[in-house]
C-alpha cells in the first residue's frame, strides 16, 4: 500500500518569506501523480499544484512550486512571497495512474503567516 | 461554472438513526469520489465512482455504509444504524476523467455529528 508523510504539523512563516513543506511518500510503482492540496478553515479542498512522476521538471504554479526527488521519493512544496491568504492546512497526496484507488493523503501540515 | 456541491453542510444525528448525504459533481464530471476526513484517521478514501458503477467498495469503512450514483451524476452516501465513531467531514470530489488522473475538485463538505 502506498504511504504519505508530511512530517511538519505545524510551521510558521513571516509574511513575504519563503517557506517550505515536506512531503514523503512510499510507493512501489512508477506510474503515479503527486499533489499539494490547500484547505482553509472553509473546508474546501483546493489544489495547489500536481506534479507527474515521469516528468523530470519540477512543477510550479506562481509563487508555488516543489521540489519533486523521485528516487528519494520526496516531494517538498516551497512558497515564496507568503501571503495571509496561505494561511491554511496543507496536504501532500498521491494517486496511481488512472485514479480509480483515489488519492493518498498525508497528515497535513498547519500554516501560519506572520503579519 | 459551478463547483462541486454537497448537501446538507452539515447534519447533526443521533446514535442508530440512517444519515443520506448528497454530491452533486460538477456538471460534465464522469468520475467522483468520497473521502472521510476525520481527527484521529486524517483523510480517508472511501469510493469511486465511474459513471453509475462502483468497481470497488472495500474502501467503505463497515457494511453500515453504502453509496449509490445515478444518471452519471448526483451521488447519495447512506450510513445505516450511526455510530460516533462515524462523526466526521465527508468530503466528495469530481473529475472529468479518471483514465490518466485527471484532477480532483472537492466539495465543501458534510460535517457529520453523531450524539
Known amino acids: 500500500a502506498q504511504t504519505v508523510t508530511q512530517s511538519q504539523p505545524e510551521m510558521s512563516v513571516q509574511e513575504a518569506e519563503t517557506v517550505t513543506l515536506s512531503c514523503t511518500y512510499d510507493?512501489?510503482?512508477?506510474?503515479?501523480?503527486l499533489f499539494w492540496y490547500k484547505q482553509p478553515p472553509s473546508r474546501q479542498m483546493i489544489l495547489v499544484i500536481r506534479q507527474e512522476a515521469y516528468k523530470q521538471q519540477n512543477a510550479t504554479e506562481n509563487r508555488f512550486s516543489v521540489n519533486f526527488q523521485k528516487a528519494a521519493k520526496s516531494f517538498s512544496l516551497k512558497i515564496s512571497d507568503s501571503q495571509l491568504g496561505d494561511a491554511a492546512m496543507y496536504f501532500c497526496a498521491y494517486s496511481l495512474r488512472g485514479g480509480a484507488d483515489g488519492l493518498t493523503f498525508g497528515k497535513g501540515t498547519h500554516l501560519i503567516i506572520q503579519p | 461554472g459551478a463547483g462541486v456541491s454537497q448537501s446538507p453542510s452539515n447534519k447533526v444525528t443521533e446514535k442508530g438513526k440512517d444519515v443520506e448525504l448528497r454530491c452533486d459533481p460538477i456538471s460534465g464530471h464522469t468520475a467522483l469520489y468520497w473521502y472521510r476526513q476525520s481527527l484521529g484517521q486524517g483523510l480517508e478514501f472511501l469510493i469511486y465512482?465511474?459513471?453509475?458503477?462502483?468497481?470497488?467498495k472495500s474502501g467503505l469503512p463497515s457494511d453500515r455504509f453504502s453509496a449509490e450514483r445515478t444518471g452519471g451524476s448526483v451521488s447519495t452516501l447512506t450510513i445505516q444504524r450511526t455510530q460516533q465513531e462515524d462523526s466526521a467531514v465527508y468530503l466528495c470530489?469530481?473529475?472529468?476523467?479518471?483514465?490518466?488522473?485527471?484532477?480532483?475538485?472537492f466539495g465543501p463538505g458534510t460535517r457529520l455529528t453523531v450524539l
Open positions: 510507493t512501489s510503482e512508477s506510474d503515479y501523480y
Open positions: 470530489a469530481s473529475s472529468y476523467t479518471s483514465g490518466y488522473t485527471d484532477t480532483q475538485y
Open positions: 465512482f465511474q459513471g453509475n458503477s462502483a468497481p470497488d
